[in-house]
């Protein structure tokens, strides 16, 4: 039987936010805190992100925020109204992090649990350790993790997924089964369906040998953690990475000291990054250019200036203007914008767009960090960022390539580069023309 007080030190009073999908495993946990709220005087808030790919979700949402009402619990949710060109599980897995931070933040709560457990931490090192990491990314996620302010707490990691359904069944706890679990694109699916059911069928306790294996790894990347430490002392300045000093440091500690730096960015989700990553930031270093960088996941960079190497959001470095557009705009990469009355030319260069269908005035400025633009033709949305990557434009470039936009915000014309679905062919009405020259 499952007491959740055996898993967790509660204390009279605590605040805790609920990451609750209406799945299985997070219900259970809901449960549990329900059965030892009063006990405790335990102030609880759930938080549910309606991830917007099934038809179920909404019906999913409505029953928990019913649920709440019914067992006096606050309730905060949020929709994910439309994904990127990214991993879907990683996009939605960051944006599902990001909402939990806010309601922990909004009501000053203690912790953030999360109903992660054993089998979620087989699968995590399997995959990890296919992925390829360091040794605090093969040990897994811990039960608690310190975050800005706050915990994050797994309390049902000495639990499988099994006992956690059979403890649904017992206490009559209703969940909602998501379909997507069952399809193997996902990769994470697949080790599921495929590679624990043979695990288990060896040791139906193996979670509990991974438990142990992740504490031990945790254990030995602690103590080479202090070794690490020592070498951060000699070769960083300013959180920036001295190369000459760096390039004298053992190979494995050079490795060490990038996952560190990464972990400012990354922090619990060191499943973003891997081996690669680590791979093309020492080719970067030990790149003759004085100046040059690498695209690492979530708009992070990783820049080169001579002899120094440091990490940063792409953002805080996009130099940026922003001018309402009349008839003729000069830009600082050179070059301009301006209308025109009559046009032959049908290339990037040219845009011609419905006044109608755009709130006007336009405005042209630099890219902001989560752009995107609905291309014409496509069907669907793609993030700017990647088509200048995919122009292999550099990063200084891209700081200043001009981006025009309504005054609503939808980008209408990516200048030279990239049309949109407001632009109109020679046959089609419309009333302004622009051009880029």
Not at 187 to 194: I, L, Q
Request: aromatic fraction near 10%.
């Amino acid at each position: 039987m499952i007491n959740i007080t055996d898993d967790f030190d509660f204390k009279i009073g605590d605040k805790i936010v609920v990451g609750c999908s209406t799945g299985p495993d997070s219900m259970a946990l809901v449960d549990m805190l329900l059965k030892v709220r009063s006990k405790y005087k335990l102030d609880l808030i759930i938080a549910h992100v309606n991830h917007n790919v099934r038809a179920e979700s909404k019906k999913e949402e409505e029953f928990l925020r019913d649920y709440c009402e019914k067992n006096n619990l606050i309730f905060e949710t949020m929709k994910i109204e439309e994904y990127g060109d990214d991993n879907f599980h990683n996009e939605a897995r960051n944006i599902r992090y990001v909402f939990f931070d806010s309601v922990v933040k909004k009501y000053a709560a203690k912790y953030l649990m999360t109903a992660h457990h054993g089998d979620d931490l087989i699968e995590t090192i399997l995959m990890r350790l296919v992925r390829g990491s360091n040794l605090n990314g093969y040990s897994g996620f811990k039960k608690i993790v310190e975050m800005d302010g706050y915990y994050l707490v797994r309390p049902l990691l000495n639990y499988t997924k099994k006992e956690l359904e059979e403890y649904d069944a017992e206490n009559d706890v209703k969940f909602f089964v998501d379909s997507s679990n069952e399809k193997d694109k996902y990769t994470r699916n697949r080790y599921r369906k495929y590679v624990l059911p043979f695990l288990k069928a060896e040791d139906k306790n193996v979670h509990l040998k991974f438990i142990k294996y992740s504490k031990t790894i945790a254990e030995a990347s602690k103590f080479i953690n202090k070794v690490r430490d020592n070498a951060l002392k000699r070769v960083l300045v300013d959180n920036k990475i001295i190369i000459d000093k760096f390039l004298l440091e053992d190979e494995y500690l050079q490795r060490e000291i990038l996952y560190y730096m990464l972990e400012n960015y990354y922090q619990d989700d060191l499943i973003l990054v891997n081996d690669r990553h680590i791979d093309l930031i020492l080719k970067l270093i030990n790149n003759r250019k004085a100046n040059s960088f690498v695209n690492l996941p979530n708009e992070v960079l990783a820049k080169k200036n001579y002899n120094y190497c440091e990490f940063v959001k792409e953002a805080d470095f996009i130099t940026s203007y922003e001018v309402e557009f009349d008839n003729y705009v000069s830009l600082p990469n050179g070059h301009s914008i301006e209308k025109v009355e009559k046009l032959n030319d049908n290339s990037n260069n040219v845009c011609r767009l419905d006044s109608n269908e755009v709130l006007l005035p336009l405005i042209v400025r630099t890219r902001h960090v989560g752009d995107r633009i609905k291309v014409k033709g496509l069907g669907g949305s793609k993030k700017v960022k990647d088509i200048f990557i995919d122009r292999k434009m550099s990063v200084a470039n891209r700081d200043v390539w001009p981006v025009v936009v309504d005054s609503k915000g939808e980008i209408v014309w990516i200048p030279g580069i990239k049309k949109s679905k407001f632009d109109k062919r020679k046959t089609d009405n419309y009333d302004i023309i622009l051009r880029y020259i």
